[in-house]
């Protein structure tokens, strides 16, 4: 990956995750990635490619870039998120997006959304059934 400027490392982030490549996206993170979100507790690489994958298996997604600043090696964006599940309607969603890319690899991000405007028939269809 080597020092590829962090623009150019978020644009095949976000391609990877419109595409549902779970191996791109694997391959763009650092293994000391540390992804935060404000409705959750942070997680690790291994736990953020699985909560992908499981988006990945119920809706399709496209990020709308609405502002975009990189400062050195940090990328800060806002764009709207629209998930369609297979199921039914889109679900249009803020988000504002902070990524720290080190090495050609993203190793940080911290993700703000209004979790109320997630759609629960995606996250009911994605997230395992506890009964």
């Known amino acids: 990956m080597g020092t590829q400027p962090a ?20 391959a763009l993170l650092h ?10 507790s942070s997680v690790g690489k291994e736990q953020f490619v699985t909560m992908q994958r499981m988006v990945d298996r119920v809706a399709a997604r496209k990020l709308k870039i609405i502002e975009r600043h ?11 998120l629209s998930l369609v599940p297979r199921t039914g309607e889109a ?7 902070f990524v720290t ?23 009911s269809e994605a997230l395992p059934s506890t009964e």
């Open 7 to 26: 623009g150019q490392v978020a644009d095949a982030f976000i391609t990877a995750l419109e595409s549902a490549d779970s191996d791109a996206v694997a």
């Open 31 to 40: 293994p000391d990635i540390q992804v935060s979100y404000n409705f959750m």
């Open 70 to 80: 990189v400062i050195g090696n940090r990328v800060i964006q806002r764009h709207q």
């Open 91 to 97: 679900s249009l969603i803020d988000v504002a997006l």
């Open 101 to 123: 890319v080190e090495q050609g690899m993203v190793i940080e991000m911290k993700e703000y959304l209004d979790s109320a405007q997630l759609n629960q028939d995606i996250l």
